[in-house]
């Protein structure tokens, strides 16, 4: 792979969100590889992209000459709808659609028909485009991208350096990681908690507070409506050692996403032999074996109650599916390996 890259993100590259780190490992991983990266972290706000946001992103794009290769994060496409057309004949410029932003939970139904009518008027005129996930990548071949221009490659896992402490009785702890946004479910998972109160367990959820403050608030309101204020910790985004500790003291993992592009979360809780509670909700079903998981289906209230209820009181279950996520961890990838991989689908779909 030769020549200069231009990589466009929505923002600053360093935020703590599973796009925003497969987004780092790549341009990290490029640069490693001997790859000139220029980055380009469009300002505004993203997807809601204003005129200055899109002024902005146009000039972003006209300084670059003709026929460089530009990947656009698909969080910071929308941004780019006024000036796409023109740039995409002169440029050689390649979607990283993460998931489509019209499946974002709690959109007002106008608003995300607004969003699955751009991002279809956007994706065709893509020169090719890398997805996580063959769920992901489907809708966009939908779109009018030909399938020989779309590449999936799933992103990398980090591997725990040391084995799981031994349970040293006490509460099970359940771990949740992801942004506090509707999307996630962390409204439907204290409602599903709540009943189960007399059972010993404590959750730790991990994730931004500030991206999204009404979600908070309503998550904080929720959680004291039930009186679960200490057995329920919101902590907030955490640095990348505090997260792995986490993870490694945890004894399950659970989210109850509405819609997933691949679940960067979900794949890390496996390599970490977590049993996991989740839906079947976008890419999950893949991402996520029957051997390791219990899945419901999105916004099933009643079935996630009793998925929970099933996992904290059966300890052989716990373990069977421990035991399945290690097996499923051994054929997740690392992140240099897909880095390389992803290097190797960036010249397909540019050939």
Known sequence: MTGSLAFVVPGRLDQLTGGYLYDRHVVDGLRAHGREVELIELPGLHPEADAGTREAAGAALARLADGRAVVVDGLALPALADCLPAEARRLRLVGFIHHPLSLETGLAPACARERTKLESRLWPRLAGALCPSHHTARAVVASGLSPSRVAVVAPGTHRPVSARPAAQGGPLQLLAVGTVTPRKGHLLLVDALAPLRHLDWQLTCIGSLTRDPAAASALQERIARHGLGERIALLGEQPEDLLAQ????????????????????YAEALAYGLPVVATTGGALTDTLPASASLRVAPGDLPALQAALRQLLTDGGLRDRLAAGARRAAAHLPDWPSAVRSWMAALEQVLQ
């Open 246 to 265: 986490a993870y490694q003291q945890a004894q399950i993992f659970v989210l109850p996403s509405y819609h997933e592009g691949y679940g960067m979360v």
